[in-house]
DNA sequence: GCGACAG
DNA sequence: ATCTTGTCGC
């Protein structure tokens, strides 16, 4: 599939935040309910900066892989808390501009709307691509909540500044909840069905587990 | 001011 | 994220 090429590529944190506050601008929050294919992304380290970026297409339907890449290169940017995106961001779009088909949603792993400017990962994959996104964190990062219900499918909001920026989301019975935002063209109810829908069986919603596996057994 | 801070 | 041992559960 084709990616919309990266602006000029931030060398500080100035200038990294300057692009979020941009392209922000360009999230859409709502659009499709349904999607025939899903992607899963993630990316796994080894050592000072080199990662493995793993994107899996599943069919939305029966979960079974429809086509899977795996780029290896360096993080492109230094960990700073709200940018962490940049680091793993051209990895990605290399493997998603390696796929054979256009996926319908990405799920990413990390956040969307949740994050300190409102442009987490999920927000800048959506926005780059075009494509309907969500993220699925594993850690609280901005914003006030409580608990959810110990019941599979109960959820309650992430408040930061009385505005809600995702969901708590219990996908198992008594497991310790995800946290899911909105990233590009996807309402936070569509996205709280979908993460629950993708994730039948475990934790975290399979095609984000079949690209950490992927991402882990490409070293 | 200090610590915490998606992965 | 990674490092690494221990522990629990299928």
Request: proline share 7%.
């Amino acid at each position: 599939m084709h990616v919309n090429q990266l602006h000029p590529w931030p060398t500080s944190v100035s200038e990294a935040e300057s692009v979020q506050e941009r392209l922000r601008l360009h999230v859409e929050l709502t659009g499709p309910t349904d999607f025939t294919t899903v992607a899963g992304l993630d990316v796994h380290y080894h050592g000072d900066d080199a990662l493995s970026a793993a994107v899996v297409v599943l069919d939305s339907g029966t979960l079974a892989v429809v086509d899977q890449v795996v780029v290896h290169g360096k993080a492109a940017f230094p960990y700073v808390p709200g940018l962490f995106a940049f680091r793993e961001l051209p990895a990605l779009v290399e493997a998603l501009e390696r796929l054979t088909v256009t996926p319908d949603l990405l799920v990413c792993d990390g956040y969307g709307l949740a994050h300190p400017r409102r442009f987490g990962l999920a927000c800048h994959l959506g926005v780059l691509t075009g494509l309907p996104s969500l993220g699925v964190a594993k850690t609280p990062f901005v914003g006030t909540h409580t608990t959810p219900d110990r019941e599979r499918g109960s959820w309650t909001p992430i408040i930061l500044d009385d505005t809600t920026v995702g969901r708590t989301v219990r996908t198992q019975k008594a497991i310790k909840p995800v946290y899911v935002s909105q990233g590009h063209r996807i309402t936070l109810d569509t996205a709280t069905a979908q993460v629950l829908r993708l994730a039948p069986r475990f934790r975290l919603p399979d095609p984000i587990r079949a690209a950490d596996h992927l991402a882990r057994q490409s070293t």
